[in-house]
């Protein structure tokens, strides 16, 4: 017996409006008004030194001459060309993040249609009730395309990663998007179908390498294996997938290869960089995933675990086994992975959001509420504190929680700013407003579970980017300290040599058009250097570098780095 029993008034779906209002409240806080930080300043320098430089740049990716060849070049490409675009009016740091927008728009819309059409086949849909009145396909896929979006959007792991310009933030919704490709190819065996896929595979691997999308196909083949479907025509349509996404990656090696940008060849160490990626399952990589992951993929994993539990009895389900298949090939590979970082995760949610959407349903009225309780209770109180932090840096009171709020930023001087405070206030009243909707109307309606803790973490996200966004912006971003080399520099230098990281070469780069060395190479009259305060061998830095024979002319850090410093010197003729 199916574990789904709904009338279809618990199917009613979320209005377009307020779907897209909520996605828009939720990437648009974080794009508009933040500076270059630490955690994406070395992409967008990528995109940067694509946009203003010449071909050689968008063959070889590079950060104002330092080479960045890990990941593949699609991000970039399409940061650059919104650069290129909208730079003129926006900006070159907002421009570069239009392209961010858009890969939010791709990842949320294609795990909608995903769940849209996978919860309208006939295994999915709820048990027929005695006297009727049970929901329709298209409705029943309608309310769980709605869900399966808000549980994404609810995530804590998508929040961090989504509105960065990092290439692992398309990689996550190219993921989705071959997860919407691969349902209608199980759906509808043709060649337009399986080169659909190969496009998306193509496309994930001029993002972030061929490991993801070799995975995946596997995936998508035991998938086909698992559901009884012939084994000749899944192989032959793999395979003019494979060769669709092989072509779409020459769309790059190819010229690379003819070009030699800078004399050099990105395709090899691209390669080299991929081979790397893969290595024996260690204790480092699970301790990593569950110490991640637990709060990363939070709220989605508890109800993907029920989903699974809860649908086990039933034979062929693609709504569960496709996204569990493509899950756990993503863990093999992250397992598999040398050194796993965070981004690496964001892969994993979309399928992951996607069992989640089909755990709801068969889930009890009493743990829902329970659910609903402990968001209102745990968001509110957050988001209170936050507006109580706000209050007490311009105010002073209270005391203790002032002084928490400005060590650490030092130097900083808080302001009010009206527009920031006017939509803060906004997100505030709207909080409330969908609380005394949901315990007074008592909806019956599916998605109630996740409206609460997916618009309470929105609260959270528009109070830090609106109330907190010019101490945040303080205290990561370089622009003061590029200002102040810059200022030390004449006007005719020609070029810089460095040791700086790639966030930091990018951050000074673009805030202090500071020339630093080219892939090309020569030495240069300055060099800046960036080490720690706790430095205890400095000879052998200054050496390395040599500048043993130099004048120094400047040394700062950022007023809320503690540790970092940087120090510029020329050297003597």
């Known amino acids: 017996m199916k574990p789904v029993r709904l009338p279809a008034a618990a199917t009613l779906a979320l209005p377009r409006w307020a779907l897209l209002a909520l996605g828009m409240l939720y990437i648009l806080p974080g794009i508009i008004g933040r500076d270059l930080w630490k955690e994406d300043a070395g992409s967008f320098g990528i995109m940067w030194t694509m946009a203003h430089g010449g071909l050689d740049d968008w063959l070889y990716p590079n950060i104002a001459g330092l080479a960045s060849v890990d990941e593949g070049p699609l991000a970039f490409w399409l940061g650059a060309i919104c650069i290129k675009l909208f730079g003129w009016i926006l900006g070159d740091v907002l421009a570069a993040r239009v392209s961010t927008i858009a890969i939010f728009v791709l990842g949320t819309m294609s795990l909608w249609y995903t769940a849209f059409h996978l919860g309208r086949r006939a295994e999915a849909q709820p048990l027929r009730l005695a006297f009727g009145g049970q929901p329709e396909p298209n409705d029943y896929g309608r309310t769980l395309g709605d869900t399966a979006v808000l549980i994404y959007l609810g995530s804590l792991g998508l929040l961090l990663q989504s509105h960065l310009t990092l290439a692992a933030t398309l990689q996550g919704a190219l993921l989705a998007y071959f997860l919407y490709r691969a349902v209608r190819y199980v759906e509808h065996t043709s060649i337009r179908n399986a080169v659909l896929v190969g496009l998306a595979l193509g496309a994930l691997t001029l993002t972030q390498g061929f490991l993801p999308p070799l995975v995946l196909i596997l995936a998508l083949f035991a998938c086909t294996r698992y559901l009884d479907m012939p084994a000749g025509q899944a192989l032959r349509d793999l395979a003019v997938a494979a060769g669709v996404g092989f072509g779409l990656t020459l769309v790059w090696i190819l010229p690379a290869i003819a070009v030699q940008p800078y004399g050099l060849s990105p395709v090899a160490d691209w390669l080299a960089w991929n081979g790397e990626q893969f290595g024996l399952p260690g204790w480092i990589a699970v301790k990593t995933f569950f110490r991640i992951g637990i709060w990363f993929f939070w709220p989605a994993w508890p109800f993907a675990l029920w989903a699974i539990w809860a649908w086990r009895r039933q034979q062929q389900m693609l709504h569960i086994v496709l996204p569990v298949f493509f899950f756990l090939a993503l863990v093999l590979q992250l397992l598999c992975d040398p050194v796993p970082e965070n981004s690496d995760f964001l892969k994993m949610l979309p399928p992951l959001a996607l069992m989640a959407a089909f755990g709801l349903p068969t889930m009890k009225r009493?743990?829902?509420?329970?659910?609903?309780?402990?968001?209102?209770?745990?968001?509110?109180?957050?988001?209170?504190?936050?507006?109580?932090?706000?209050?007490?840096?311009?105010?002073?009171?209270?005391?203790?929680?002032?002084?928490?709020?400005?060590?650490?930023?030092?130097?900083?001087?808080?302001e009010i700013g009206i527009v920031t405070f006017t939509v803060a206030a906004a997100a505030s009243v709207g909080w409330v407003m969908l609380v005394h909707w949901r315990l007074s109307r008592q909806p019956s309606v599916l998605w109630r579970a996740v409206v609460l803790s997916s618009g309470g973490l929105?609260?959270?996200?528009?109070?830090?980017?609106?109330?907190?966004?010019?101490?945040?912006?303080?205290?990561?971003?370089?622009?003061?300290?590029?200002?102040?080399?810059?200022?030390?520099?004449?006007?005719?230098?020609?070029?810089?040599?460095?040791?700086?990281?790639?966030?930091?070469?990018?951050?000074?780069?673009?805030?202090?058009?500071?020339?630093?060395?080219?892939?090309?190479?020569?030495?240069?009259?300055?060099?800046?250097?960036?080490?720690?305060?706790?430095?205890?061998?400095?000879?052998?830095?200054?050496?390395?570098?040599?500048?043993?024979?130099?004048?120094?002319?400047?040394?700062?850090?950022?007023?809320?780095?503690?540790?970092?410093?940087?120090?510029?010197?020329?050297?003597?003729?």
Do not use: H
């Open 366 to 414: 009493g743990a829902i509420n329970a659910i609903d309780w402990f968001s209102v209770m745990v968001l509110t109180m957050l988001g209170a504190t936050i507006w109580l932090f706000w209050i007490a840096k311009l105010t002073g009171w209270p005391a203790q929680l002032a002084k928490n709020a400005l060590k650490l930023v030092p130097g900083f001087t808080p």
């Open 458 to 573: 929105i609260l959270l996200w528009v109070l830090l980017m609106t109330l907190f966004l010019p101490d945040l912006n303080y205290g990561k971003s370089y622009a003061g300290v590029a200002q102040q080399i810059a200022a030390r520099l004449p006007a005719d230098i020609d070029c810089i040599d460095t040791n700086v990281g790639p966030a930091q070469r990018a951050s000074l780069a673009f805030y202090g058009r500071l020339p630093f060395v080219s892939l090309a190479g020569g030495k240069c009259e300055y060099v800046l250097l960036q080490d720690s305060l706790r430095n205890r061998n400095d000879r052998a830095l200054l050496r390395k570098w040599g500048v043993r024979n130099t004048v120094p002319l400047w040394e700062g850090r950022r007023a809320s780095d503690r540790d970092e410093r940087f120090r510029l010197f020329r050297r003597n003729k």
